[in-house]
């Protein structure tokens, strides 16, 4: 095994740290209502809270938190990498499942990286337990005479190495020294994890200000009464209603009180009728296409976002009946729109 020089470890950190935190500001830019808060409703409402800006803030935190622990995982694993390649030849793998393969002592290690022990579920468990024992078969079919072991590395954890169903789990301390032959690389890499760490969480801040409030003004117009107080029922809809309920007409949406108009979509229906049916009576009513072009002229979008059609025009016209009230789903009412 190579001797580690710990001035390169300290080089590939810093030039590697920053992607990290721009990876972390970039979730925040990028984070949208409503993949926030699809975190557990029922806790927050048993802590009593009342103010948008709280829950916002509660949910943010725990969607950080997970992010951050999958990003920074990820870092750790490229770095236990990065180590192996210096001090063993060792390379990142191509098989399934495994991160990093070496040659140490004349014995081939094959190794799944994990950040922290509490990792996974008995599924992805249990699928990591097949992936290092095909890949260490694969590895011993094509070479007969090599020796193949197969690990689980925990970057961070105090847990002693064990023998586990057809791998060895090292974790923490025991783990860097298997990919390193240093009893304190485990410890020394915390001083560089720290490169520019203020500065970059001064920035993080301050996107995390301007994302709180963009997404409390989204909750607070989506989610809340008209005096701010928090609709929790209509929430809990968003989140977990599954109920199968008949596709509602365009212009029409479900929520936790019943069935809704969507007033920027009826006014084109509206508009779709009035086209349709106020002309001349010498005149032929406008067609379906022309319609269509008259609100693609107008920078009106379809349901699905695209520009009309004839087809779309059809439908709507076709619908006429619910527009006007009727019944859906047996006993509930359309309001009219027409």
């Not at 098989?95 to 070496?102: C, V």
Request: net charge negative; with cysteine.
């Amino acid at each position: 095994m190579n001797p580690l020089d710990f001035n390169e470890v300290r080089e590939y950190v810093n030039n590697n740290i920053d992607s990290f935190h721009q990876r972390r500001i970039r979730i925040l830019g990028d984070l949208e209502l409503e993949s926030l808060i699809k975190k557990n409703p029922y806790l927050f409402r048993a802590k009593a809270i009342e103010k948008a800006q709280d829950l916002i803030e509660g949910l943010l935190d725990a969607y950080l938190s997970s992010s951050e622990e999958e990003l920074f995982g990820e870092f750790l694993e490229d770095l236990a990498v990065f180590v192996a390649e210096k001090t063993t030849g060792g390379k990142k793998s191509a098989a399934e499942g495994i991160d990093l393969s070496f040659e140490r002592d004349n014995i081939t290690y094959l190794v799944a990286i994990k950040s922290g022990t509490n990792w996974g579920n008995s599924q992805q468990q249990k699928r990591l337990e097949d992936d290092l024992r095909r890949a260490k078969r694969v590895l011993r079919q094509s070479e007969r005479t090599r020796q193949v072991e197969t690990i689980l590395g925990i970057c961070y954890g105090n847990t002693k190495t064990k023998e586990l169903r057809g791998y060895t789990k090292y974790v923490g301390q025991e783990f860097w020294k298997l990919i390193s032959d240093s009893d304190t690389l485990y410890m020394d890499i915390i001083e560089p994890i720290g490169y520019r760490a203020k500065e970059h969480n001064e920035e993080f801040e301050r996107q995390k200000v301007i994302t709180i409030n963009r997404l409390n003004k989204r909750f607070m117009d989506k989610f809340c009464d008209d005096d701010g107080f928090i609709l929790w029922k209509k929430l809990v809809f968003f989140v977990s209603n599954n109920e199968e309920k008949e596709k509602l007409p365009y212009g029409y949406y479900y929520d936790y009180d019943g069935i809704h108009i969507n007033e920027e979509q009826a006014n084109i229906v509206r508009l779709i009728f009035q086209l349709r049916e106020n002309h001349p009576e010498n005149e032929r009513p406008p067609s379906m296409n022309s319609i269509a072009e008259h609100l693609n002229q107008q920078g009106q979008k379809n349901w699905v976002g695209n520009k009309w059609n004839s087809s779309n025009i059809t439908k709507i016209i076709h619908a006429r009946v619910y527009y006007t009230g009727t019944n859906v789903n047996g006993d509930e009412k359309l309001p009219s729109i027409l």
